[in-house]
Nanobody, 115 residues
Framework: QEQLVESGGGLVQPGGSLRLSCVAS????????MGWYRQVPGKERERVAV???????NYADSVKGRFAISRDNAKKTVYLQMNNLKPEDTGVYYC?????????WGQGTPVTVSS
């Protein structure tokens, strides 16, 4: 069964940076579209960034200019570089395979931005 495993979350001060990683198993990573989502208690999970197999990228307005999604097909890994972090970036960050089916979620990695 294919899986996604995230890492890299933690506690960081406002203005700081973190890089999240998501390692995929299986053999379809290079043709997969991948996304990063985040969720806070009481709110719906929101998509933060997506990268296609092309690759092309797209970002939520709230993170444009601060976050960067990238991929390394040889390592079957997708990254989320987060700079100039703000308290409102706090949440659990999930990696997601957008396509092909079946859709797959990682277990999540928590990010807390606080002084």
């Amino acid at each position: 069964q294919e899986q996604l495993v995230e890492s890299g979350g933690g506690l960081v001060q406002p203005g700081g940076s973190l890089r999240l990683s998501c390692v995929a198993s299986g053999n379809s990573f290079s043709v997969s579209g991948m996304g990063w989502y985040r969720q806070v208690p009481g709110k719906e999970r929101e998509r933060v960034a997506v990268i296609t197999a092309g690759p092309t990228t797209n970002y939520a307005d709230s993170v444009k200019g601060r976050f960067a999604i990238s991929r390394d097909n040889a390592k079957k890994t997708v990254y989320l570089q987060m700079n100039n972090l703000k308290p409102e970036d706090t949440g659990v960050y999930y990696c997601h395979r957008e396509y092909p089916n079946p859709f797959i979620w990682g277990q999540g990695t928590p990010v807390t931005v606080s002084s």
